[in-house]
């Protein structure tokens, strides 16, 4: 069953919106999949920066340990397991010897020990370790719950160092492939920490210099201590100009395969509608050829017929007049083959033109004068050589037949009377002399969106009431493919009405 094209254009287009659509909604699901992990690296960048910077303080205190006592941080469970314990150990020694604890004269080691419980921290052992099994969320939970331990000991003997913590911020960020500018602020509030805007104090603040948030600015917050009061956090502008920047390289290569797909169909829709107007024209073309060619075989054989069979042949005059009739026929018929062979021909690579110096005063006039005898209208035709000697270098024969087929069309386009000026030139243009041969003609004339197709194969131009108009759509695809092969151009200018102006340039 063979579709209408219409049909398989539908077709088409629905399944290039399916793919378009597909493509938008992957691409859609992309984006927030990014966006999310990117909102997650820049907290995980908060964290790892705090842990970091928390390994700085402690090496401060260990080059302090070596040259004045001892410290020690642990957190774990207690003895029954049942609560989370943090605690911190700093030793002071003020003398110059420690034996065992005591100190000799009135040298003293003194201890000071804090143990705290943290009740929002506190897990049950077996509870805590069946949370660790069900899933790896929780066990993040408990890294950060263990670091939050580890601030509590340690922030005793030592506060947060604001400007290092906004140091390895930056360069974690960069280490992540994450440009942003961000304001940074060391935040302290008794607040709960769901609730950002109840943060009033703000101990310290930091980020990129001179970045002032915009309106539109969103923030990110790590609570580092384990009463949950302290709080890094980040302010920078919406993330999704970043995440279509990192996008780009998909967001090009699938935009160039959309573009690819849609010329693809374009393609494929033009070349159906394409080759549905020429199996069109095609018929049309057989339709019209076949009558060309009965025609004149069917005068031909009539006055065989008349001199064969009718005793035509003994008065002279009639059978030269019948005579001249079969030859009249038979050479519009040769004419007419010759045309459509030389259409064959110029697809052929042993095709070559037979170039000599083609007198225009010669060629020309007896052109016009065959066209005059054969209209079936008044024909006037104005011939304009300058100079008068004007030759081209070309096949005679087909330079014959590029005129009379430009001829032919300005006899036949015109209404009443056929009124029609051909101008040579010689011209010059980039150090090349060519011959310019102009037909210009007062007849129909042709639409403009009819004149990019006339010179296509078997293209024939719509011509209203003029029924009379005989032809097969071969002329002018003729004259462009000659003009051509004399390495030429040709060109036509055209208002429906006013006429038509045909330039060939050899």
């Not at 260990?62 to 943090?86: A, C, L, M, P, Y």
């Not at 961000?182 to 009033?200: A, E, N």
């Amino acid at each position: 069953m063979k579709l209408p094209s219409k049909y398989i254009a539908l077709l088409v287009v629905l399944s290039l919106a399916g793919i378009f659509a597909y493509q938008a909604y992957w691409l859609t699901g992309l984006y927030r999949t990014m966006r999310t992990d990117l909102e997650r690296n820049i907290t995980e960048a908060m964290r790892i920066s705090d842990y970091n910077e928390m390994l700085v303080r402690i090496e401060r205190l260990q080059e302090r340990n070596r040259e004045h006592g001892e410290v020690s941080i642990s957190t774990g469970f207690d003895e029954q397991g049942k609560q989370f314990v943090r605690s911190s150990t700093v030793l002071h020694q003020v003398s110059d010897t420690v034996i065992e604890g005591f100190t000799a004269r009135n040298d003293t080691l003194q201890r000071i020990e804090t143990d705290t419980v943290c009740p929002s921290a506190m897990l049950h052992a077996k509870e805590g370790f069946d949370m660790l099994l069900r899933n790896q969320r929780t066990m993040t939970g408990m890294a950060i719950y263990l670091q939050r331990g580890l601030h509590s000991g340690l922030d005793i003997l030592t506060s947060p160092d604001f400007n290092v913590y906004d140091s390895l911020l930056n360069d974690r960020l960069r280490e992540m492939n994450i440009p942003i500018r961000y304001r940074l602020q060391y935040l302290y509030s008794g607040y709960d920490i769901q609730d950002c805007w109840l943060y009033t104090d703000t101990l310290a603040t930091g980020g990129t210099p001179g970045y002032v948030p915009g309106p539109d600015a969103v923030s990110y917050q790590y609570a580092f201590s384990s009463s949950e009061h302290d709080v890094y956090r980040l302010t920078t502008e919406p993330l999704g100009g970043l995440v279509l920047r990192q996008m780009a390289g998909i967001l090009t290569t699938s935009l160039v395969i959309l573009l690819i797909l849609g010329f693809s169909f374009w393609y494929l829709i033009r070349t159906i509608l394409r080759q549905k107007t020429l199996e069109e024209m095609k018929s049309d073309f057989t339709n019209n050829i076949t009558h060309e060619l009965k025609t004149p075989i069917a005068v031909a054989y009539a006055a065989t017929d008349a001199l064969l069979n009718f005793h035509q042949a003994d008065d002279p005059s009639k059978r030269e007049r019948y005579l001249r009739i079969c030859q009249e026929q038979l050479g519009r018929l040769g004419g007419l083959v010759e045309q459509i062979l030389s259409m064959s021909m110029e697809r052929r690579k042993t095709f070559r033109l037979h170039l000599e110096e083609v007198w225009l005063t010669d060629l020309l006039p007896s052109l016009v004068e065959l066209h005059k005898l054969k209209a079936d209208k008044p024909v006037h035709v104005a011939l304009d050589i300058v100079p008068e000697d004007l030759t081209v270098t070309a096949d005679r024969t087909h330079l014959a037949n590029i005129v009379s087929n430009l001829l032919d069309n300005a006899v036949k386009y015109s209404r009443d009377r056929a009124d029609i000026t051909v101008r040579c030139r010689r011209t010059e243009a980039d150090g090349r002399t060519r011959t310019e041969i102009t037909v210009t003609d007062h007849g129909i004339g042709i639409a403009r969106d009819r004149l990019p197709h006339v010179f296509d194969k078997f293209y024939r131009v719509p011509t209203g009431n003029l029924h009379e108009v005989k032809g097969y759509g071969l002329g002018l695809f003729y004259v462009k493919t000659m003009v051509e092969k004399h390495g030429g151009s040709v060109e036509v200018k055209s208002e429906p009405g006013k006429g038509s102006e045909f330039m060939i340039r050899i």
